[in-house]
């Protein structure tokens, strides 16, 4: 399976909202309900911070959401803050206990 | 807490081996799903392999499928990683995640710290 494709970057200031796209196939993205997205700072291991397309676990801030249109899924962050900067991914359920992650996404708060 | 601890990460030489540990805490290892995914130089995350429960079913991505072997130890509370015939482009962090599964939702989760593999003579 081919990875999800991302945007290398996006930036947004400190209080405004961004949107990292997430594309994929009608054999992943598009089947399944099964999108989540993880934010990873430097030298740290991924957080999970959406998971079945739209669900935020506990703890979770709630200037990240989730969505899904067709075979293109979407994070949202509002409110922008510096703590936000980091490296954003994409997952998928792919089929048959596989999984397909995206490219990754850098985040910089101007 | 939980915490994933991974360890073996190591310098071989392509076409090597290398065995790698995933010491896990602080939640119910043994009725967890398990699962290895890596970070390469410049390119995204990337699928390894998962294990169900009882370490009797096991996938595989299509990179590593027929060179790499997931088990694991519950009595330990142990993730390993068996990777056989490395290649340069194994090069990567390796970190081992819970799979999460609630009902039919599945999710990665709890990920370690990671452990660097490098694959180079």
């Avoid at chain 2, 590593?64 to 490395?86: E, I, P």
């Amino acid at each position: 399976q081919s990875a999800l494709t991302q945007p290398a970057s996006v930036s947004g200031s400190p209080g405004q909202s961004v949107t990292i796209s997430c594309s994929g196939t009608s054999s992943d993205v598009g089947k399944y309900n099964l999108v989540s997205w993880y934010q990873q700072h430097p030298g740290k291991g991924p957080k999970v911070i959406i998971h079945e397309v739209t669900k935020r676990p506990s703890g979770v801030s709630n200037r990240f959401s989730g969505s899904k249109s067709g075979n293109m899924a979407s994070l949202t962050i509002s409110g922008l803050q510096a703590e936000d900067e980091a490296d954003y991914y994409c997952c998928a359920h792919a089929g048959s206990y596989s999984w397909v992650f995206g490219g990754g996404t850098k985040l910089t708060v101007l | 807490e939980v915490q994933l601890v991974e360890s073996g990460g190591a310098l071989v030489q392509p076409g090597g081996s290398l065995r790698l540990s995933c010491a896990a805490s602080g939640i119910g290892f043994s009725n967890s799903w398990m699962a290895w995914v890596r970070l390469a130089p410049g390119r995204g995350l990337d699928w390894v392999a998962s294990v169900n429960q009882d370490g009797g079913a096991t996938y595989y991505g299509a990179s590593v499928r027929g060179r790499f072997a997931v088990s694991r130890d519950n009595a330990k509370n142990s993730l390993f990683l068996q990777m056989n015939s490395l290649r340069a482009e194994d090069t990567a962090v390796y970190y081992c995640a819970f799979l999460i599964t609630e009902g039919s939702n599945w999710y990665f989760d709890y990920w370690g710290q990671g452990t660097l593999v490098t694959v180079s003579s």
